[in-house]
C-alpha cells in the first residue's frame, strides 16, 4: 500500500508539471517565492528569482509558472546558465503592465542556451499604446514582448500571446530556434504588432502558428540565414515579409528562407519581398515560396524595391539589395486587387532567377494581370496571370 501511494504521488507530480518535465529534474515555481496569482500583485521579483534557481542548477531544471494571472513588469532573462536544459512551464498568463514605457523588450532571455518554453500565455496589454498612436500624440515607443537574443537551442511550443505593444516575439542573433504551434492575436489596426520577427539568426524553424496581427504575420530581417516557416495561418496581417531590407549600406543579407503551406486571409500582402530605394550592399537568395492559398488578399504576390516610407532619405534612389534565385511554387486563391503579381524590382540591380511554377490568382469576375519592372526569370506550367518575366 505504501508502495502504491508512492506511484500516485509521483504520477500526479508529473501531471502538474506536464510531460516537458522529467523525474528528478530540479523544478521552481514562481509561486514558492511570492508570486501571486490575482493580476495585481507585481510579480517579478518572484519570476526573476525562480530564474536565477533554475539557471544556477547544475543538471536540467523547470521554472514553473502555475494557473492563474501573474502581473510582471520588464524581465530579463540572463545567461550564460550552470544548467544546459532549462524548461519555462507556463500553465497561467503573465500580464503586462498597462504601459511599459521605452522597455524595448518586456520578457527577454540573452545569452541562453537549451531552454524551452512551453504553453501559457503572454499578455502585452498594448490597447493603450496603440490608443495613443492612433490619436497622433507623442508616445512611449512601447515594448516587444518575448524575445530571445544571442541565444542557441531554443525551443517556444504552445504559447499564446496576445495584444503584444510591439513585436510579438522575435529572434535575434540566435541559432537553432524552434517555434511550434504558437498562437498570436492582435487586432487588425494595431500598429506595429508583428507577429514573429527573425533577424541575424540561422536555423530557425516556425511550424503550425496561427497569426492575427496588425502588422506581418512573420517577419524576416537582415542576416538570417537557413529558415523554415511550414503551415502558417495569417490574417489579419500583412503578409509574410522578407524585409524591409537595405535600409543601412552594409545590411547583411537573406539567404536560403523556405515557406511551405500557408493560408492568408483578408491580408495585405501575401508573399512579400520589400527593400529601401537606396544603396546597399544587401542581398535575397535562395528563396522557395511553395503551396499558399490566398484569400481576398490585395497583393497576393510581390516584391517592391522601392520602398521609402514619407519619401525621406531615398527619393529618386535605386535599391542596392540584389535579389536573386527566388522560386514561386503551387501559389493559387483570390486577388483582392486586379495586380496580383507585382515585381517591382531596382533599376540599377534588376531581379533575376525569378521562377513562377503552378500559378492560379483570381480576380472577381475579371481576370487578374502580371506587373515587372526590372525582373527576369521563367515561368512553367500552368501560370494565371499570365507571367510578364
Same mark, same amino acid.
Given at each position: ?54 539557471? +544556477? ?41 498597462? *504601459? ?47 524575445? @530571445? ?22 529572434? *535575434? ?72 531590407? +537595405? ?8 539567404? /536560403? ?31 522557395? @515560396? ?39 511554387? *503551387? ?11 507585382? @515585381? ?8 533575376? +532567377? ?10 472577381? /469576375? ?9 525582373? *527576369?526569370?521563367?515561368?512553367?506550367? @500552368? ?7
Amino acid at each position: 500500500m505504501a508502495q502504491l501511494r508512492s506511484f500516485i504521488v509521483l504520477l500526479l507530480l508529473v501531471v502538474f508539471f506536464d510531460d516537458h518535465v522529467s523525474y528528478g529534474e530540479a523544478a521552481f515555481s514562481i509561486a514558492d517565492y511570492g508570486a501571486k496569482s490575482d493580476g495585481r500583485s507585481d510579480s517579478t521579483k518572484s519570476l526573476l528569482a525562480a530564474w536565477e534557481a533554475a539557471c +544556477g542548477s547544475a543538471g536540467s531544471a523547470t521554472m514553473h509558472v502555475p494557473a492563474g494571472d501573474f502581473l510582471v513588469g520588464q524581465a530579463t532573462f540572463a545567461g550564460p546558465c550552470s544548467s544546459g536544459k532549462i524548461t519555462v512551464q507556463i500553465d497561467g498568463t503573465l500580464v503586462s503592465p498597462s *504601459d511599459l514605457g521605452g522597455a524595448g523588450d518586456w520578457l527577454l532571455f540573452h545569452h541562453v542556451e537549451g531552454v524551452s518554453v512551453y504553453g501559457g500565455t503572454v499578455d502585452g496589454r498594448g490597447s493603450s499604446l496603440w490608443a495613443c498612436k492612433a490619436a497622433g500624440r507623442s508616445c512611449a515607443s512601447g515594448a516587444s514582448s518575448l524575445t @530571445f537574443r544571442n541565444s542557441k537551442d531554443i525551443t517556444i511550443s504552445g504559447l499564446t500571446s496576445t495584444d503584444s505593444e510591439l513585436y510579438h516575439i522575435v529572434i *535575434d542573433g540566435c541559432d537553432g530556434v524552434t517555434v511550434q504551434n504558437v498562437k498570436i492575436t492582435a487586432p487588425g489596426n494595431s500598429p506595429n504588432t508583428d507577429g514573429i520577427h527573425v533577424q541575424g539568426s540561422s536555423h530557425v524553424t516556425i511550424t503550425g502558428a496561427g497569426i492575427k496581427t496588425g502588422d506581418d504575420c512573420i517577419s524576416v530581417g537582415p542576416g538570417t540565414t537557413n529558415l523554415w516557416i511550414e503551415q502558417v495561418a495569417c490574417g489579419p496581417g500583412h503578409g509574410i515579409s522578407i524585409g524591409s531590407l +537595405g535600409k543601412g549600406y552594409d545590411e547583411e543579407g537573406v539567404e /536560403n528562407v523556405t515557406v511551405n503551406t500557408a493560408v492568408f486571409t483578408g491580408t495585405e500582402n501575401g508573399l512579400r519581398i520589400k527593400t529601401w530605394g537606396r544603396p546597399s550592399q544587401a542581398f535575397v537568395k535562395g528563396v522557395v @515560396f511553395e503551396h499558399a492559398v490566398m484569400q481576398n488578399v490585395q497583393n497576393p504576390i510581390i516584391i517592391d524595391q522601392n520602398y521609402c516610407p514619407g519619401d525621406r532619405g531615398c527619393p529618386d534612389q535605386s535599391s542596392g539589395v540584389k535579389i536573386s534565385g527566388v522560386t514561386y511554387n *503551387d501559389i493559387h486563391g483570390s486577388s483582392a486587387s486586379e495586380v496580383a503579381v507585382n @515585381f517591382d524590382c531596382s533599376a540599377s540591380n534588376p531581379c533575376t +532567377g525569378i521562377g513562377l511554377q503552378d500559378i492560379k490568382l483570381t480576380y472577381g /469576375n475579371t481576370a487578374a494581370e502580371s506587373s515587372c519592372k526590372h525582373a *527576369d526569370g521563367t515561368a512553367s506550367g @500552368f501560370v494565371v496571370p499570365p507571367s510578364c518575366l
